[in-house]
């Protein structure tokens, strides 16, 4: 079982609000991951981090925003909730080793997920 | 364009009987590939993961293999138990990538029947 946690594991609220998704890991990770899941697709990155202080937007265009404060905490906001904003949101970490071949080949560690339904 | 396409989207079995799941990737360059489980309101998990030298790779009742010339792999389940039932997750990891960008499939639902 991963030491990865996310909170709240469901949310629903109202459009206009801002809510924050929390992620803590406890394996000492660098890399940190945030994805989005809408039922029946696959997950798309839409932020990423290498470390503290340092932080990346994915593939999948987001409105959110992260941050990356300390090495075990990894944020995500959303200043002002729509409807288009409900899903499954999860968030990951790995150690970052590097695979001889090139690439990666650590394994990203998931959290539980929050869904996220905006009304 | 790099894709991960899995077959089939969803699939049935009766408790105690084999499965197979298939996954195609166009991803390139190849890096690895791996296999999560992913139990409804849950996040994935990791079951097993292949670099491109390595052809099957098992995990207790998981066996997974991978035709790097082809493209194709192959989770196989044995003896399936109701705790199977769950969306079984291709990803493709590409090669020369510091991120180790990752490429999802949309997964296979699987359910087992008693």
């Known amino acids: 079982e991963a030491d990865i946690y996310q909170t709240p594991r469901y949310l629903v609220i109202g459009t206009g609000k801002k809510i924050t998704l929390e992620c803590s890991q406890t394996?000492?990770?660098?890399?940190m991951y945030w994805y989005q899941q809408d039922p029946g697709m696959e997950l798309h990155l839409i932020h990423y981090?290498?470390?503290?202080?340092?932080?990346e937007k994915g593939d999948l265009s987001s409105e959110s925003t992260v941050s990356r404060i300390r090495t075990e905490h990894f944020p995500l906001t959303l200043e002002s909730a729509r409807p288009s904003h409900t899903s499954q949101y999860l968030c990951?970490?790995?150690?970052?080793?590097?695979?001889?071949?090139?690439?990666?080949?650590?394994?990203?560690?998931f959290g539980p997920g929050t869904r996220l339904t905006v009304l | 364009k790099n894709q991960v396409e899995q077959s089939p989207q969803s699939l049935i079995i009766l408790e105690g009987k084999n499965c197979t799941l298939q996954c195609n990737y166009t991803v390139s360059p190849f890096s690895n590939l791996r296999w999560y489980k992913q139990d409804t309101g849950r996040g994935p998990v990791s079951l097993t993961i292949m670099t491109f030298s390595e052809n099957t790779k098992s995990n207790g009742r998981y066996t997974a293999t991978l035709d790097a010339d082809t493209k194709q792999s192959s989770l196989h389940i044995t003896a399936s138990q109701l705790s199977d039932s769950a969306s079984y997750i291709c990803v493709v990891s590409d090669r020369g990538s510091t991120l180790g960008r990752l490429y999802f499939g949309r997964g296979t639902q699987l359910t087992v029947w008693p």
């Open positions: 394996m000492g990770h660098d890399k």
């Open positions: 990951a970490s790995s150690s970052g080793v590097q695979g001889t071949s090139g690439g990666s080949t650590d394994t990203q560690y």
């Open positions: 981090s290498y470390g503290v202080n340092s932080t």
